[in-house]
């Protein structure tokens, strides 16, 4: 049973661009989550998510940041015209079921020139 | 909102030592779940041990055990016989029982370093 997948692991991208990342939850886990980690910093919730639906978004920020779980394909983290304070590594999580025990992927390591 | 405090940032221990990891957190609510993950140089996150608030016996994994103390809001974490694999950042979280909205809430880690 292949655990949560991310990609890409890595991504540079210059400002003002915009960076798309894309996690795939566990088999049979349909809730999803995204963390934001600041280097010396704990994990930061930004949104979570169920198939077609945004449960919780109170962790994003307003502008630039959105994100999607399709019913098919993966979750898509979307950052519009990033800035320099968008790097950072940004993780995915999958649950089974609400408030279930959350299985992480890999990360994402974003890096803004 | 919750909040979980780490009041240690780094930590040592030498190889086959017990070292226990602290976390406090604050909440109104009752009922709620508290962990504590690993985060290793990979930097994957690992689940290393899960309590429920509404139970009062101690979780335990192998070498991982936790001291759930409720009425203080504390959830302290204990491990026996240290190997150097356990080398990494350890964060402890909360989550509500409710449901998943707010997702985790970390605290700021704490730095294991096992000496050989």
């Known amino acids: 049973n292949a655990g949560v997948m991310q990609n890409p692991r890595h991504l540079v991208r210059r400002r003002g661009q915009e960076a798309r990342l894309r996690c795939s939850p566990m088999?049979?886990?349909?809730?999803v989550y995204w963390y934001r980690q600041l280097p010396e910093e704990g994990l930061k919730f930004m949104v979570y998510l169920q198939k077609e639906n945004i449960i919780d978004e109170s962790g994003m920020p307003k502008e630039r940041f959105s994100a999607e779980f399709p019913k098919e394909g993966p979750s898509i983290l979307r950052i519009q015209q990033v800035v320099r304070g968008d790097s950072a590594a940004y993780f995915c999580?999958?649950?089974?079921?609400?408030?279930?025990?959350?299985?992480f992927g890999p990360g994402t390591r974003l890096t803004v020139t | 909102a919750q909040t979980v405090t780490q009041s240690q940032p780094e930590m040592s221990v030498q190889e086959a030592e017990t070292v226990t990891l602290s976390c406090t957190y604050d909440t109104s609510e009752s009922d709620y779940y508290l962990f504590w993950y690993k985060q290793p140089p990979s930097r994957q996150m690992i689940l290393v041990i899960r309590q429920e608030a509404y139970k009062q016996q101690n979780a335990t994994e192998n070498r991982f055990s936790v001291n759930f103390q409720k009425a203080a809001k504390s959830f302290s974490l204990k491990i026996s016989d240290s190997q150097l694999g356990d080398a990494a950042m350890y964060f402890c979280?909360?989550?509500?029982?409710?449901?998943?909205?707010?997702?985790?809430?970390f605290g700021k880690g704490t730095h294991l370093i096992i000496q050989p």
């Open positions: 979280a909360y989550l509500n029982s409710g449901g998943g909205a707010d997702g985790l809430t």
């Open positions: 999580a999958s649950s089974p079921f609400d408030g279930g025990e959350q299985y």
């Open positions: 088999k049979g886990h349909s809730h």
